[in-house]
Protein backbone atom coordinates (compact mmCIF):
# COMPACT_ATOMS: atom_id res chain seq x y z
CA UNK A 1 0.00 0.00 0.00
CA UNK A 2 1.27 3.43 -0.97
CA UNK A 3 -0.08 6.59 0.99
CA UNK A 4 -0.46 9.97 -0.65
CA UNK A 5 -0.46 13.19 0.48
CA UNK A 6 -0.80 16.30 -1.48
CA UNK A 7 -0.41 19.93 -0.59
CA UNK A 8 0.34 23.71 -1.67
CA UNK A 9 -2.25 25.10 -3.22
CA UNK A 10 -3.44 28.51 -3.19
CA UNK A 11 -5.07 31.81 -4.69
CA UNK A 12 -3.09 33.73 -7.18
CA UNK A 13 -3.50 35.75 -10.03
CA UNK A 14 -3.14 34.76 -13.68
CA UNK A 15 0.40 34.55 -14.38
CA UNK A 16 1.50 33.68 -11.46
CA UNK A 17 3.25 30.63 -10.05
CA UNK A 18 2.36 27.68 -7.34
CA UNK A 19 4.32 24.88 -6.58
CA UNK A 20 2.02 21.73 -5.75
CA UNK A 21 3.89 18.69 -3.64
CA UNK A 22 3.18 14.99 -3.12
CA UNK A 23 4.78 12.79 -0.12
CA UNK A 24 4.62 9.61 -0.38
CA UNK A 25 4.82 6.65 2.15
CA UNK A 26 4.35 2.85 2.94
CA UNK A 27 5.58 0.63 0.02
CA UNK A 28 6.92 3.50 -2.17
CA UNK A 29 9.37 1.26 -4.21
CA UNK A 30 6.43 -0.38 -6.00
CA UNK A 31 5.52 2.59 -7.64
CA UNK A 32 6.08 2.96 -11.11
CA UNK A 33 4.62 5.83 -12.19
CA UNK A 34 3.29 9.30 -10.42
CA UNK A 35 0.93 11.75 -11.95
CA UNK A 36 -1.01 14.81 -10.89
CA UNK A 37 -4.64 15.13 -11.71
CA UNK A 38 -7.01 17.92 -11.69
CA UNK A 39 -10.82 18.27 -11.12
CA UNK A 40 -13.12 21.48 -11.75
CA UNK A 41 -16.93 20.50 -9.45
CA UNK A 42 -18.79 18.95 -11.90
CA UNK A 43 -17.11 17.39 -14.02
CA UNK A 44 -14.43 14.56 -14.75
CA UNK A 45 -11.09 14.17 -13.49
CA UNK A 46 -8.21 15.39 -16.10
CA UNK A 47 -5.08 14.20 -16.63
CA UNK A 48 -2.31 17.38 -16.29
CA UNK A 49 1.28 15.63 -16.07
CA UNK A 50 2.91 12.55 -15.37
CA UNK A 51 6.48 11.25 -14.58
CA UNK A 52 7.65 7.76 -14.74
CA UNK A 53 10.10 6.02 -12.14
CA UNK A 54 11.57 3.63 -14.38
CA UNK A 55 13.40 6.14 -17.12
CA UNK A 56 12.05 10.04 -15.63
CA UNK A 57 10.33 10.06 -18.35
CA UNK A 58 7.78 13.01 -18.51
CA UNK A 59 4.53 13.60 -19.96
CA UNK A 60 2.19 16.92 -20.12
CA UNK A 61 -1.17 17.40 -21.66
CA UNK A 62 -1.45 20.28 -24.10
CA UNK A 63 -3.43 22.84 -22.35
CA UNK A 64 0.13 22.93 -19.41
CA UNK A 65 2.86 22.23 -22.04
CA UNK A 66 5.56 25.02 -21.46
CA UNK A 67 4.10 26.24 -18.04
CA UNK A 68 4.03 23.66 -15.98
CA UNK A 69 6.93 21.28 -14.69
CA UNK A 70 6.94 17.95 -13.04
CA UNK A 71 9.47 15.83 -10.98
CA UNK A 72 10.29 13.57 -8.38
CA UNK A 73 12.68 13.04 -5.54
CA UNK A 74 13.23 9.38 -5.20
CA UNK A 75 15.22 10.44 -1.69
CA UNK A 76 12.45 11.84 -0.32
CA UNK A 77 9.60 10.08 -2.18
CA UNK A 78 8.23 13.35 -2.74
CA UNK A 79 6.89 14.25 -6.20
CA UNK A 80 6.46 17.95 -7.37
CA UNK A 81 4.70 20.11 -9.86
CA UNK A 82 5.68 23.64 -10.69
CA UNK A 83 2.83 25.45 -12.17
CA UNK A 84 4.05 28.62 -14.07
CA UNK A 85 2.20 31.43 -16.17
CA UNK A 86 -1.41 30.12 -14.37
CA UNK A 87 -4.31 31.14 -15.94
CA UNK A 88 -8.03 30.96 -14.78
CA UNK A 89 -8.60 28.07 -16.11
CA UNK A 90 -6.41 26.35 -14.81
CA UNK A 91 -8.59 26.64 -11.60
CA UNK A 92 -9.46 22.86 -10.26
CA UNK A 93 -8.74 20.77 -7.18
CA UNK A 94 -5.18 18.99 -7.64
CA UNK A 95 -4.48 15.59 -7.20
CA UNK A 96 -1.39 13.37 -7.16
CA UNK A 97 -1.58 9.97 -8.09
CA UNK A 98 0.62 6.99 -8.33
CA UNK A 99 0.63 3.47 -10.02
CA UNK A 100 2.35 0.42 -9.68
CA UNK A 101 2.05 -1.19 -13.21
CA UNK A 102 1.83 1.55 -15.85
CA UNK A 103 5.53 1.15 -17.54
CA UNK A 104 6.67 4.47 -18.95
CA UNK A 105 4.83 4.84 -22.10
CA UNK A 106 1.60 3.88 -20.54
CA UNK A 107 2.69 6.45 -17.71
CA UNK A 108 2.87 9.58 -19.65
CA UNK A 109 -0.21 8.10 -22.18
CA UNK A 110 -2.31 7.78 -19.85
CA UNK A 111 -3.58 11.28 -18.70
CA UNK A 112 -4.60 12.01 -22.18
CA UNK A 113 -6.94 9.00 -21.72
CA UNK A 114 -10.71 9.91 -20.54
CA UNK A 115 -10.08 6.80 -18.47
CA UNK A 116 -7.40 7.67 -17.49
CA UNK A 117 -7.89 8.40 -13.89
CA UNK A 118 -8.72 4.39 -13.78
CA UNK A 119 -5.80 2.97 -14.29
CA UNK A 120 -4.06 4.85 -11.63
CA UNK A 121 -4.52 3.28 -7.91
CA UNK A 122 -2.97 5.46 -4.96
CA UNK A 123 -4.40 8.97 -4.69
CA UNK A 124 -3.70 11.99 -2.78
CA UNK A 125 -6.94 14.07 -0.68
CA UNK A 126 -6.34 17.07 -3.80
CA UNK A 127 -5.49 20.25 -2.91
CA UNK A 128 -7.18 23.61 -4.65
CA UNK A 129 -5.96 25.74 -7.08
CA UNK A 130 -7.66 29.12 -7.03
CA UNK A 131 -6.30 31.76 -10.41
CA UNK A 132 -8.06 34.62 -10.46
CA UNK A 133 -8.08 37.04 -13.51
Known amino acids: QVQLVDGGGGSVQAGGSLRLSCAAS????????SAWFRQVAGKGREGVAA????????GYVDSVKGRFTISRDSTKNTLTLIMNNLRPEDTATYYC??????????????????????????WGQGTEVTVSP
Open 97 to 122: AADHTLGPTACVTAISLHDGPEMYTY
Open 26 to 33: GNTDSIYC
Open 51 to 58: ISTANERT
